[in-house]
């Protein structure tokens, strides 16, 4: 075991263990040159009969995660494989298990677990979705870490896999018994997203019941024979998440997403009416086949009919009276149909920024709508991203949304995102992909600018990132884009010498240097913002914060070269 107060890989002072499994402790423990606290899972070499397998699952867990960003997954920092154990620096994430709770006090309520479910859709469906797609395959409550804010976070990643194309079957077969799904034991081809689709009915099954799956009586009961009370609607969704044929599962986490998320309308019967819907269409279009002077007319009645429909829920999701009756409407209409350009711009203009803010609530009804299935086939973003004219100002708009009003402060990682996307179509006119180039730039660097990586080493220097913004203030920002853009540029440049002067000076910048870009924000200011015809007062106002700002700046870059 690793000594409490020890330093480990030269940076990481281990402070106390946190948990400790059968092959396995986990360490708490602090990077003091970073000020930020990590977990360490060691695996020694003397605590396992075969350590050489364990070790390369470690490894497969380590190289998938460090290819992942999704909010629900955590981060590897570090791997340190020395001295006959295997060390994994990974975010410290605060709470418990699942399993811990169903232990401590037994089926958890229905609402919550329905909630917990929409997340593990999400982030399953992300895995699901990368090139190639990765499976993970051991879904149970004890890898679901439920944080103090309700939000779980999916560990332990070493039985996940790739999947691929070409492959007949899995190599291994492994997996929890009793929640894994048939085909993870051979013989029935490579695991796939159904798998998980199974893994996630039977871990629901167990919170919601109580009934660890793997225990007698081994089988999936309706959850209403273990409590009457429960939802049919949920029940409905476990019962079709875990049947023993894949194709008879959902094919998509997005489509048992869509169904937690309207569980009360299955408690209704609208599946079945929705069955029923479906078969009589059929017969129409069967029929309709024998008369072929109809059939056009039907096709035209029934786009009609469709276009009124999404209408309609655009403009009833702009006056409905709470949020999220207004972002299941606008749900409706994108998921009917996924190029409709009113749909997505009155999500993002009327729905989310008619306050100019952009609340971690509406980013997650953002995140659930384009990955709503469409024809049981695509996502809603996939199918936008045929559409590439739509896709990009779509990711255009998103982009500035997230820069400028996420949470009021902006996020410029999630923004970062959004303006590579519409940046990649090569579809924004010539002010707009100026915008988004600048802005991204800024957003992608933003985050770690001149400070101490995961691992305690500098990611960015603070060169680097001033050398990004000198440039930048070379041009007449304000004309080829707008004065907010401009203003943002120059606010960038004045905060990290006011805050970083003494991180320039170390980098060997000369003061003359960084005295005359801050020289030239201001005199773009004054010439090329304050003389314009169009000025607002918000303009003006945001002008005089920022030459008090720059003030400051010259004070602390005089303190830190000592003039």
């Given amino acids: 075991m690793l000594e409490i107060g020890s330093i480990v890989g030269g940076k990481y002072k281990v402070l106390n263990v946190v948990g400790q499994g059968g092959m396995s402790t986990v360490y708490l423990a602090m990077n003091e040159r970073a000020n930020k606290q990590w977990a360490i899972k060691e695996v020694r070499k003397d605590s396992v009969t075969n350590f050489q397998m364990v070790r390369q699952s470690l490894i497969t867990e380590t190289d998938l995660l460090k290819q992942l960003s999704h909010p629900y997954l955590p981060s590897i920092v570090d791997v340190i494989d020395e001295d006959g154990r295997f060390l994994i620096v990974m975010d410290y994430i605060e709470g418990n298990t699942l399993q811990k709770a169903l232990d401590y006090m037994g089926p958890q309520p229905q609402e919550y677990v329905i909630e917990w479910g929409i997340q593990l859709c999400d982030v399953l469906e992300y895995l699901h979705t990368r090139r190639p797609p990765i499976i993970y395959r051991d879904l149970k409550p004890g890898n679901i870490m439920l944080r103090p804010d309700g939000t779980i976070t999916l560990i332990d990643f070493g039985t996940a896999r790739e999947y691929k194309q070409n492959n007949s079957g899995d190599t291994t077969y492994l997996g929890t018994r009793g929640y894994a799904a048939p085909e993870q034991f051979g013989g029935m081809g490579q695991t796939d997203a159904r798998t998980d689709i199974y893994t996630l009915g039977a871990t629901l099954y167990h919170l919601v019941t109580g009934k660890n799956p793997s225990e007698p009586p081994y089988e999936f009961y309706p959850i209403r024979y273990w409590n009457p009370q429960l939802s049919a609607g949920l029940e409905y969704i476990i019962e079709k998440c875990v049947q023993n044929n894949p194709d008879d599962r959902y094919n998509s986490c997005a489509e048992v997403m869509y169904d937690l998320q309207n569980y009360k309308e299955l408690d209704r019967g609208f599946k079945r009416g929705a069955r029923v819907g479906v078969a009589t269409f059929t017969c129409i279009l069967v029929a309709a086949i024998a008369f072929c002077s109809m059939s056009a007319f039907f096709k035209i009645q029934g786009g009609i009919k469709t276009k009124e429909h999404v209408e309609t829920c655009i403009s009833d999701s702009i006056i409905a009276t709470d949020e999220k009756t207004s972002f299941e409407l606008i749900a409706e209409a994108i998921q009917t149909q996924p190029d409709n350009e009113s749909a997505y711009y009155t999500m993002i203009d009327s729905l989310v920024l008619q306050d100019d803010v952009l609340t971690p609530e509406e980013s997650d009804y953002i995140r659930q709508i384009f990955i709503l299935p469409v024809d049981n086939k695509d996502t809603v973003e996939k199918r936008l991203s045929a559409n590439k004219d739509l896709y990009s100002q779509v990711c255009y708009k998103l982009g500035v949304a997230y820069f400028y009003c996420y949470a009021e402060t902006g996020n410029k990682k999630m923004a970062a995102g959004w303006f590579k996307k519409a940046i990649d179509c090569g579809k924004l006119d010539d002010k707009k992909m100026n915008r988004a180039q600048r802005l991204y730039r800024i957003a992608s ?30 041009d ?22 006011y805050n970083s002067s003494n991180g320039l000076r170390n980098e060997n910048l000369e003061y003359d240097d960084i005295n005359e870009v801050l020289n030239l924000a201001l005199t773009h200011m004054d010439t090329d913002i304050m003389t314009r015809d169009d000025l607002t007062d918000d ?15 010259k004070e602390a870059l005089d303190v830190a070269y000592g003039k």
Avoid at 482 to 489: E, H, S
Wanted: charged share 30%; aromatic share 8%.
């Fill in 476 to 497: 007449n920002i304000s004309e080829s884009d707008n004065p907010t853009t401009a203003l943002l540029v120059y606010k960038e440049i004045a905060t990290l010498v």
């Fill in 539 to 553: 303009i003006k106002n945001k002008v005089s914060e920022e030459k008090d700002l720059f003030v400051k700046a």
């Fill in 445 to 474: 660097h933003y985050a770690s600018i001149g400070k101490a990586g995961p691992d305690g080493d500098v990611e960015i220097s603070f060169k680097e990132y001033w050398d990004l913004l000198a440039e930048m203030a070379q």
